[in-house]
């Protein structure tokens, strides 16, 4: 029996420094040597989930098929048994978490590594038979424990689903705008709040921002499922993002794209992704806004140059609400900047938090909206794609 363990406990070991290999790999690739101080970090934190569940797994896996004669059937049932019941925990996590596909991808390679790590030893020198049940039997309540428990989370977190119903002729952006105190409660249907999408993609509700899954469905005007449109939509990344300024949080905005194959590829191209601008407490930029301006204010972000360490940098937003930065980046934490009215004589006031609205970081671009909490949701959202083609067009 020790000698069983001792190979168990030695395969699982190298299986993590396999993994903490295979994971800084990429990165010493693009960015040097200094990638390598990630390889022990993640062979430390992969060595807890390897030992206490990957290993209870491959003892189950020998002893059912330490009777099998044929070795062609031996490694089928282990690798069903080692990648099987190795991901289905975090399969059953991905049910409500979003962002799950490369811990997924890497706990299955870890699974895989491990069968190909166990089958090597073994052919080298079969010992699965010393595997017995006093073994056998505490690795399969490990196993079923583990999964058991991930299928509870799964159940009770899968609480609160929504349905966004989307009109069915609408195409780009769709933001609903939750724990906005002015707007109305979802309504529930059964289980499900039901989220209906206006005309223009947006949806603005008291509610705060459901943690179950979601669904999605097309429907008319007269508010019925028109189901002949789920095969010629794509509808992908969910983004869920919350402004906090001045220590005050906005309404948290869920947002996603509906349209073909095409035009999402086109909106989530490598150089338009969008993200929420977080800011940070300790003023690093100051942004300035003549006083009578009111709408998007964007921010052009420019060439990589050398410019004064000392902060707060200062950007100026002129009478169109367009500014430029000479940098590639703004870089942004949790919190707030500091955004000043400007006037006509020169005389500066700072804005407070009930006139800055959805501040949004795009590779090239900062938007955000500067005015009343009327105003703001009477705009239409703003649009990166229609942005650039404007800026494209009137350049030419």
Same mark, same amino acid.
């Given at each position: 029996m020790g000698r069983y363990l001792v190979r168990k406990v030695w395969i699982s070991l190298i299986v993590a420094l396999l993994i903490g290999v295979l994971f800084v790999s990429p990165g010493v690739i693009d960015s040097g040597v200094e990638a390598l101080v990630y390889g022990p970090i993640v062979f430390i934190y992969a060595i807890p989930f390897i030992v206490l569940y990957g290993m209870p797994v491959s003892i189950l896996s020998d002893f059912f098929v330490k009777k099998i004669a044929a070795m062609w059937l031996k490694v089928i049932i282990s690798f069903l048994i080692h990648v099987g019941f190795g991901t289905i925990p975090f399969l059953l996590a991905s049910l409500y978490f979003?962002?799950?596909? /490369?811990?997924?991808?890497?706990?299955?390679?870890?699974?895989?590594?491990?069968?190909?790590?166990?089958?090597?030893? /073994?052919?080298?020198?079969?010992?699965? +038979?010393?595997?017995?049940?006093?073994?056998?039997?505490?690795?399969?309540? *490990?196993?079923?424990? *583990?999964?058991?428990? +991930?299928?509870?989370?799964?159940?009770?977190?899968?609480?609160?689903?929504?349905? +966004? %119903?989307?009109?069915?002729?609408?195409?780009?952006?769709?933001?609903?705008? +939750?724990?906005?105190?002015?707007?109305?409660?979802?309504?529930?249907?059964? %289980?499900?709040?039901?989220?209906?999408?206006?005309?223009?993609?947006?949806l603005r509700t008291s509610t705060p921002t459901p943690s179950g899954v979601y669904t999605y469905t097309f429907v008319n005007e007269e508010g019925e499922e028109v189901e002949n449109h789920h095969n010629l939509l794509h509808f992908d990344n969910v983004l869920t993002s919350e402004f906090e300024y001045e220590q005050e949080?906005?309404?948290?905005?869920?947002?996603?794209? *509906?349209?073909?194959?095409a035009e999402a590829k086109k909106y989530y191209g490598e150089n338009e992704q969008v993200y929420t601008a977080d800011f940070r407490s300790e003023a690093t930029y100051q942004f300035y806004v003549p006083q009578s301006f009111r709408g998007w204010a964007v921010v052009e972000l420019g060439e990589e140059l050398k410019i004064t360490e000392q902060t707060p940098y200062s950007i100026y937003i002129n009478n169109q609400g367009i500014g430029k930065f000479p940098l590639t980046w703004i870089d942004y934490q949790q919190q707030a900047d500091k955004f000043f009215f400007v006037s006509s004589t020169g005389e500066q006031h700072q804005i407070m938090k009930d006139m800055i609205h959805e501040p949004m970081l795009y590779p090239d671009l900062f938007a955000v909206f500067v005015g009343t909490k009327e105003e703001y949701k009477k705009s239409k959202p703003f649009h990166y794609i229609t942005y650039k083609e404007k800026l494209s067009q009137y350049k030419q």
């Open positions: 979003d962002g799950l596909r /490369e811990g997924i991808g890497l706990v299955g390679l870890g699974a895989l590594l491990y069968w190909i790590v166990y089958l090597i030893f /073994e052919v080298k020198s079969p010992i699965t +038979y010393l595997v017995t049940w006093p073994i056998a039997t505490p690795a399969a309540f *490990v196993t079923a424990a *583990v999964i058991i428990v +991930y299928f509870v989370q799964a159940i009770d977190n899968i609480g609160e689903p929504v349905i +966004y %119903k989307i009109p069915e002729d609408y195409r780009g952006v769709v933001k609903i705008y +939750y724990n906005d105190e002015d707007a109305k409660p979802l309504k529930q249907q059964d %289980k499900y709040f039901i989220a209906p999408i206006n005309e223009n993609g947006i949080s906005e309404s948290e905005i869920t947002s996603f794209f *509906v349209g073909t194959k």
